[in-house]
T-cell receptor
């Protein structure tokens, strides 16, 4: 089983709908992240959380919100989805204070907004 | 924000050929990382570099941390079909936590058998 699990893996929705993407991890890591991947644009950070009481905006947080329900769970919400939020979304975790810079990614959630 | 220029954007090669890709930046980084994303999967770390000039190998992969701290390259020797995927470079500045990773836009590698 994957250490970082994302649900749903694929979702098609309509403009204006509320969408939640969920992430759970069994790695025991404190730090969790949400990234967005668009073709030709690489990975861009949406939000990150260093522990349950810590939430921080990334470089492209507008139109998104997050909730850290527990150490192992970090969800991303689109309150009113729009077509340019169509993308592949990744959750990731990391070890606190680690020097390796290694992020552990989930398998991705592909979202299409019509 | 900081920019990493990764090239080439895509490569089409024959099985057995060697591959080279690189990342450059106008900013200094103290850590360079190379990730690979297989089709339908999330990125996985291949190689991490921590010192200027460092040359590190992982099987058929070799990566180097540029002397100026502003660039890095990744070489793949004797490519095989399972090398197909998107390769990302990422840089981290001195004192930065993981949230300060800056990713390149990726190199899409296609290997023809």
């Amino acid at each position: 089983d994957a250490d970082v699990t994302q649900t749903p893996r694929n979702r098609i929705t309509k403009t204006g709908k509320r969408i939640m993407l969920e992430c759970s991890q069994t790695k025991g890591h404190d730090r969790m992240y949400w990234y967005r991947q668009d073709p030709g644009l690489g990975l861009r950070l949406i939000y990150y959380s260093f522990d349950v009481k810590d939430i921080n905006k990334g470089e492209i947080s507008d139109g998104y919100s997050v909730s850290r329900q527990a150490q192992a769970k970090f969800s991303l919400s689109l309150e009113s989805a729009i077509p340019n939020q169509t993308a592949l979304y990744f959750c990731a975790t990391s070890v606190p204070g680690g020097n390796t810079g290694e992020l552990f990614f989930g398998e991705g959630s592909r979202l299409t907004v019509l | 924000g900081q920019q990493l220029n990764q090239s080439p954007q895509s490569m089409f090669i024959q099985e057995g050929e060697d591959v080279s890709m690189n990342c450059t930046s106008s900013s200094i980084f103290n850590t360079w990382l190379w990730y690979k994303q297989d089709p339908g999967e999330g990125p996985v770390l291949l190689i991490a570099l921590y010192k200027a000039g460092e040359l590190t190998s992982n099987g058929r992969l070799t990566a180097q941390f540029g002397i100026t701290r502003k660039d890095s390259f990744l070489n793949i020797s004797a490519s095989i079909p399972s090398d197909v995927g998107i390769y990302f470079c990422a840089g981290r500045r001195r004192g930065g936590s993981n949230y300060k990773l800056t990713f390149g836009k990726g190199t899409l590698l296609t290997v023809n058998p």
